[in-house]
Structures are given as C-alpha cells and as structure tokens.
C-alpha cells in the first residue's frame, strides 16, 4: 500500500465514528486529505477490491473500514473520546 492508501484508510476509519456513523462521502475524504477525486477513487476501488480494508454502499460513500462500519450489526463499539459506531 502506498502512503495515500494508508492516509485514506487512516481517515475513514477515524471519521466513521466522528460522523454518528454515518457513511464518508469520497469529495469529503478527497477534500480532508487534498487528493484529487479521480485518485481518489482509483484509491478506494484498490483498497475495496483489492485489499478489502473498506467497502463503499450504493451511493459510493464508505460505509465499512474494517474494523468500524455506519451498518447496523450485532456489534457496538464505544471509544473513549465517547464516539459510538458499529464493529464488523
């Protein structure tokens, strides 16, 4: 993985539970980690494809960056910051 496959997985992850668990736009993670939404995407398609670090809903946003996802499963999670999500 490059250093930008890193910093979106990075990214994701920590922004699922930030944003009430609530799937990531990529012009949104594209925007926070200043990289071109056309790289962007050839990114996600890897990392979902490929390495299968994050999965994207209908709609193209991230719902699952393994371990945290915006879906509804059997597994809470509460961080100490107080964030709240689900777990995979």
Do not use: Y
């Not at 979106?8 to 699922?16: C, G, S, Y």
């Not at 991230?62 to 100490?80: G, I, L, M, N």
Request: proline content about 6%; cysteine-free.
């Amino acid at each position: 993985m490059t250093p930008q496959h890193h910093a979106v997985r990075n990214f994701v992850v920590t922004a699922i539970p930030q944003h009430r668990s609530k799937p990531i736009a990529p012009e949104e993670i594209a925007q926070q980690l200043k990289i071109d939404v056309e790289r962007l995407s050839e990114i996600l398609t890897e990392l979902e494809r490929h390495l299968f670090f994050l999965v994207r809903n209908g709609a193209g946003q991230v719902s699952w960056a393994f371990p945290v996802t915006t879906d509804r499963t059997a597994h809470r999670v509460r961080f100490e910051t107080g964030e709240r999500t689900f777990a995979a």
